[in-house]
Every structure is written in C-alpha cells, then in structure tokens.
C-alpha cells in the first residue's frame, strides 16, 4: 500500500506539473499575441475611432486595429479622434481629441458640473437610448457572463421626467485648491471635491438640507477656524 500511494502520489505531481506548464505556454503565447496586437498601437497617438457600443461606466468602447479601448465621454455612434493615454496587455484607454461626427444619441448634459463630477455617467446620452443601454447591461450580465437565458430581461421602464428621483445622497466637505471650503462630489478615480450648489438627480428637499448643513459648517468652520469637523 505505501509502494502504491508512493506511485499515485508521484503520478499526480507529473499530471500537475504537465498541466501547469501547458498552461504556462499557452499563455506565453497569448502574451506574445498581445504584444503584437500592442505593437500596432502607441500611447500618446492620435487614432481616428468609433464607438460601437457603452461600457458599464458610461464610457464608449472603440476598436482600434481589433484592440479594445475605451474613451470616457464617448457615445454609441460617435465618429472620433483618439489619443492613447494607457494600454494594458489586452485593452486601454484614450481621451477624445476630437468629435469628428457625433453621435445622434449624444446631448448637452443639463448638469453644469457633469464632466468634472463624478456622481453621473450617462447624462451626456439621449434618455431614450440610456434606458436601452441599461437593458443591455442587464441582458449581456445573464446572458453573457452568467451564460443564461436573457430572454426574460424586458425593457427598462423609464420616467416622464428623469430629475430629482434620488432620496439619499453623500456629500464629502473639505477644502479646494484655495483652502475655501466645499462640499459636492468627488471627480471620477480621485478625491478632489468638485463643488455643486444643486444637483438635478437628488430631490428637492435634499438641496434644502444640504444648504443648510453647508452654511452650519462655514460657519463652525469660520469660529473655530479648524481643518475639519467631519
């Protein structure tokens, strides 16, 4: 019995290291395609571009030389101008240049705050086409990724007027560049605070009450001229 277990133990090792170094070289090789596929692309390179479809941050996704990269502010549709800002192994990321033809989808976010806030994704897209993209999200979450039957996601019902639906919101305070102090919502992948005086997505008892706490907190602020109370 200790020969065989011996023998069975020894078989296994042998099994497992064969596995890992296949694996091992079938991803070399997957490497080594995506370094050729990198190669066609450079960073800080200016790429004509169009959006065919939206990321699940509202970002546009673009097919540059069949390499996947993905453009904050695009829109389904958008013909652009692309630099490269980032690449990874197997996608990245570029920043408009330029909206060579825009989107018919692509509107004036309402929101004067919206493209340096980072509490909104979707506000530069038509409504219509935000409720379809949402109904994609969901269908390519079960079909796609959980590789079920998608067929039972129905249509996303939208409102008459799509403002002032949201009943509980944070707002960080602290201080801007000039040492003033603020309160709003972080900028998209940072901590700086970008000041909003009323935002169109919360209720209108929200902006009430956050007015009155910011004038609270100017004045604690100002009396006990302290860096922070919260």
């Not at 970002?59 to 829109?75: L, M, P, R, S, Y």
């Not at 509490?119 to 999200?137: A, P, R, S």
């Not at 706490?213 to 602020?221: G, L, Q, R």
């Amino acid at each position: 019995l200790p020969i065989f277990e011996l023998l069975l133990q020894s078989f296994l090792y042998l099994l497992n290291f064969e596995f890992i170094l296949y694996y091992h070289k079938k991803s070399c090789l997957s490497m080594e395609s995506y370094m050729e596929q990198i190669i066609t692309l450079q960073k800080n390179k200016c790429y004509s571009a169009t959006v065919i479809a939206q990321g699940i941050g509202g970002e546009g996704i673009c097919k540059i030389d069949g390499f996947t990269i993905f453009v904050a502010g695009g829109v389904v549709g958008d013909e652009l101008i692309v630099k490269i800002v980032k690449l990874n192994s197997s996608y990245g990321y570029g920043r408009i240049e330029e909206i060579v033809s825009a989107s018919p989808y692509r509107c004036e976010p309402a929101c004067p705050s919206y493209k340096r806030c980072g509490g909104c994704q979707l506000m530069h897209i038509d409504y219509k086409k935000q409720l379809e993209i949402k109904t994609q999200y969901v269908r390519d979450a079960i079909g796609r990724i959980a590789g079920l039957d998608d067929g039972c996601v129905l249509d996303t019902i939208g409102m008459d007027e799509p403002w002032r639906y949201r009943n509980k919101m944070q707002f960080p305070v602290g201080y801007d560049k000039d040492k003033n102090i603020v309160s709003g919502f972080f900028a998209p992948r940072s901590h700086e605070i970008i000041s909003v005086d009323d935002c169109l997505v919360g209720s209108r008892d929200a902006k009430v009450i956050t007015d009155a706490v910011k004038k609270f907190i100017i004045f604690i602020f100002c009396q006990n001229d302290i860096r922070s109370i919260l």
